[in-house]
């Protein structure tokens, strides 16, 4: 077993791919070299600078600072990296504990800069590509033993960051434990999911995404679909990004598709499909006038930079048959109104597969040729299924990989079909059918299980308890569930409540099952509570909905009782006998932020986006959120002695405008998070799973916490503190006239109101403060607009 420490490692390349790759390794804890070229505009007077000979370098880092969607989880982690250049400091790579190489995709550029790495690299330390076809084994030949054997390939997806997948590729030559130590810290440490790749052309994601991609290209035309309408198609209808294919073109680049598709005919004599594709007409339009997509401004979209009536903006699609932009419009099609009113993606498949337009002859065609030659890949991909599925579920952002596609569709239904059009199905699927086994996936005692196409058997899927996947323990009893929570027994004496309402909004039935679920670990003997779902977001926050509706009618009691109940909840996660701790991931928004507070711990995936969110809609946190943020800055003075004004003008402006963090590091900044109770997770796969392991760490000592009546708030000389940094808010056109009104009401809950001097207070009577503003602001005409304009369109009003 592989046990060295990586503590520093050497990005050689600052292109996109590096610097995003850089910006990730500094924001998992490592430091990082980041080397480059010298500029090749170098002046001779400017030669004796290190600043202009790394010029190259610091660019890329400079512009990784201010892309949008941000590389860094926390722009400090820029200081983990040190920029040099490949002339001046490649001997410093010999203190480096892995080099991972990012340059140009050309093997000749790539072997020389091996063999300069194979110089000066300590023997030992690690060495990958990041390439992204050409083969692994190809730019190790003339290196050293030492070299090869601690030579792989490891291929982050763009943007490097964000993108799940990381493929490891090993070659005949590498030591089994380089890779072994790989899957594994690319899974613990840099928070991906790692799949084994064999070295085979475009890898696994690759290989079966662009196959995928250019199927539906085929098929638009074939069936005679517009661009505008496959997207829609092929986007989170049927749980994949909402680019769909031809904005998911435009967005990877038209050149880069290309590239691609070409290596992968040149390369893959024997594929039975790739082999027949032909670059269509329309594709070669867009290559050969440099309509390269997003990159040039113009792909199978282009953007006008006008509006219409409704101020949305203009973008004209490419008809594939004419080969002109026009107006994009989408056809009328049943399976599309079908899809829209069916949440759960199994329903949405089979009501696919029973439909009969055009657009459910589309996805039905793209699906069974999918499953076909997905099932064609096992061995020569991979040897397992899962691998597979995961590389495509990570790398392409899916939200099913094939055979998982397939198990929803029905396997011995899915051949059926398969054949009926004319695909080929691997042999080893109609053996398995034979055998008696019906589905590609199985659950047993909470734990899934994956068909083994070489031994004929159901084998555990690796990780075991580390990954806590709900879906597996469907097959069970619910401990308790009503339309909204499923409370599950996760093992070890440990309950996990699931949300499952629409985008897992915070209603009535949410709040009902926090309740009863610590209830029933409280009564009936369990060592803790965790609050998780393997959902994309965690929660959007509070039902809308139901408020608006209250608040229109003016049943002022019942919407009172309403928040009451919020607040209470909120106190009996912090006041249980047992511990709760929740896991998060994705949006974590307004009532999620604030249950979230009120944890014994969070275990937060490094993607987790928390914020209290609430003034956007006219309001303020009402679910003991503004009490909280009263509490932890009493917390802080007794820490910070005499900046109490300053701390409290932070907490106030973290509510006031909304502040969201950009990832769980980020909210420890804001305050959401605290780094003595919570933690982040890198790998958001895991985060159930730590939250488990949390509970029943903290279960034989824990202790019920004491509700507390120790709270400093500073009355009239916060509120006057407060007052102003709002005004200056308007000054600098930060707030409307209504945003004041809500911020003096948020002062008017962290200060404890017009107390004539500071005191301490209890968090009752927070609460009551908290709630009585909450409903004011209900019953202001404003706050109702931004209501209906959020329920609406999805997006505040600044009114």
């Given amino acids: 077993m592989y046990t060295k420490h990586i503590r520093k490692v050497a990005v050689l390349g600052s292109g996109l791919m590096g610097t995003g790759i850089a910006a990730h390794l500094a ?181 079966i995404g662009v196959y995928a991609m250019a199927k539906i290209f085929q098929l638009t035309q074939d ?243 580390a990954f806590i996947v709900l879906d597996a323990y469907r097959d069970s009893k619910p401990v308790y569930q009503n339309s909204e929570v499923t409370l599950h027994d996760i093992g070890d004496g440990v309950l996990c409540l699931e949300f499952h309402s629409k985008m897992n909004t915070i209603g009535e039935g949410i709040l009902r099952g926090l309740n009863e679920a610590v209830r029933i670990a409280e009564e009936e003997g369990w060592k803790g509570l965790v ?38 909840t909120s106190m009996r996660l912090r006041y249980s006998s047992v511990p709760v701790v929740m896991a998060t991931q994705g949006y974590v928004f307004g009532g999620g932020c604030e249950f979230a507070m009120h944890c014994d711990a969070v275990m937060a995936a490094a993607e987790s986006y928390i914020g209290l969110v609430e003034v956007g809609v006219g309001i303020i946190p009402g679910g003991a959120g503004t009490k909280e943020f009263a509490v932890r800055a009493s917390d802080a003075y007794s820490r910070e002695g005499d900046v109490q004004i300053p701390t409290l003008i932070d907490k106030f402006k973290t509510i006031a405008m909304a502040q969201v963090a950009t990832s769980a590091q980020e909210a420890f900044n804001y305050g959401y998070l605290l780094p003595k109770k919570d933690q982040v997770v890198p790998n958001a796969a895991r985060n159930i799973g730590e939250a488990k392991a949390k509970v029943l760490e903290m279960a034989d000592t824990y202790v019920r916490p004491i509700p507390r009546k120790d709270i400093n708030v500073l009355g009239r000389t916060g509120l006057g503190a407060l007052y102003i940094a709002a005004h200056s808010l308007k000054l600098g056109n930060y707030a409307s006239e209504h945003d004041i009104k809500i911020a003096h009401k948020i002062a008017w809950v962290l200060c404890g109101g017009d107390l004539t001097s500071p005191q301490p207070v209890s968090e009752q009577y927070l609460l009551d403060l908290e709630r009585e503003a909450f409903l004011s602001l209900c019953g202001e005409q404003k706050t109702l607009e931004r209501i209906q304009y959020m329920l609406e369109n999805g997006k505040p009003l600044r009114n």
């Avoid at 110089?119 to 030949?141: C, D, F, Q, W």
């Avoid at 959902?535 to 909905?545: C, E, K, P």
């Avoid at 003016?554 to 928040?563: G, H, I, K, S, T």
Wanted: glycine letters at 8%.
């Fill in 27 to 207: 924001g998992c804890g490592l430091e990082v070299l980041l080397l480059d070229i010298l500029p090749p505009d170098l002046k001779e007077e400017e030669s004796k600078t290190k600043a202009a000979r790394n010029r190259v370098g610091l660019a890329a880092l400079q512009a990784g600072l201010k892309a949008k969607p941000a590389p860094f989880y926390d722009q400090s982690f820029a200081g983990r990296i040190t920029v040099g250049n490949f002339e001046d400091d490649f001997p410093s790579i010999k203190d480096c504990d892995w080099i991972i190489e990012v340059v140009v995709e050309r093997l000749d550029i790539k072997k020389q800069l091996f063999e300069k790495v194979d110089e000066y690299r300590a023997k030992g330390a690690l060495v990958t590509s990041n390439t992204s076809g050409i083969p692994i084994h190809l730019m190790a030949e003339g290196r050293s033993a030492d070299f090869r054997n601690h030579f792989l390939g490891t291929h982050f997806f763009n943007p490097a960051r964000y993108m799940r997948l990381l493929e490891i590729i090993p070659t005949p030559e590498t030591d089994p434990a380089i890779t072994g130590f790989f899957l594994h810290f690319g899974d613990i440490i840099l928070g991906k999911q790692t799949v084994l790749c064999k070295d085979t052309p475009a890898f696994i994601a690759n290989r």
């Fill in 223 to 465: 069936i005679g679909l517009d661009i505008s309408t496959v997207d829609t198609l092929t986007g989170p209808a049927i749980g994949r990004p909402k680019t769909g294919t031809f904005r998911l073109a435009d967005l990877v680049g038209m050149d880069t598709a290309v590239h691609v598709i070409n290596g992968m005919r040149l390369n893959c004599p024997d594929d039975e499909q790739i082999g027949a594709f032909e670059i269509p007409k329309f594709l070669q339009f867009l290559i050969d006038n440099k309509f390269f997509g997003n990159k040039s401004g113009k792909g199978f979209y282009q953007k006008t930079g006008e509006k219409d009536a409704k101020g949305r903006p203009v973008v004209l699609a490419l008809d594939l048959n004419a080969l002109e932009y026009s107006p994009s419009q989408k056809e009328k099609l049943p399976i599309l109104d079908t899809l829209r009113q069916i949440d759960e993606l199994p329903r949405r498949m089979k009501a696919i597969f029973n439909g009969a337009d055009k657009g459910a002859e589309l996805l039905q065609r793209a699906f069974l040729g999918l499953f076909a030659y997905s099932s064609n890949r096992v061995p020569e991909l991979s040897d397992t299924l899962y691998a597979i599925d995961d590389a495509l579920r990570a790398g392409f952002a899916w939200e099913k990989g094939p055979f998982e596609y397939w198990d929803l569709v029905g396997v011995a239904e899915g051949v059926q079909a398969a054949e009926a059009r004319g695909e080929k199905i691997a042999p080893w699927v109609k053996e398995m059918l034979a055998a008696g086994h019906t589905s590609f996936y199985r659950s047993e005692g909470g734990k899934r299980r994956c068909f083994n196409p070489a031994n004929k058997a159901y084998e555990p899927l690796p990780g075991g308890d």
């Fill in 531 to 568: 609050i998780g779902n393997n959902a994309q977001n965690f929660t959007v926050g509070a039902n809308l909905m139901m408020i608006a509706m209250m608040a229109y009618q003016q049943e002022w009691d019942d919407l009172n009782m309403a928040v009451k109940m919020f607040q209470q």
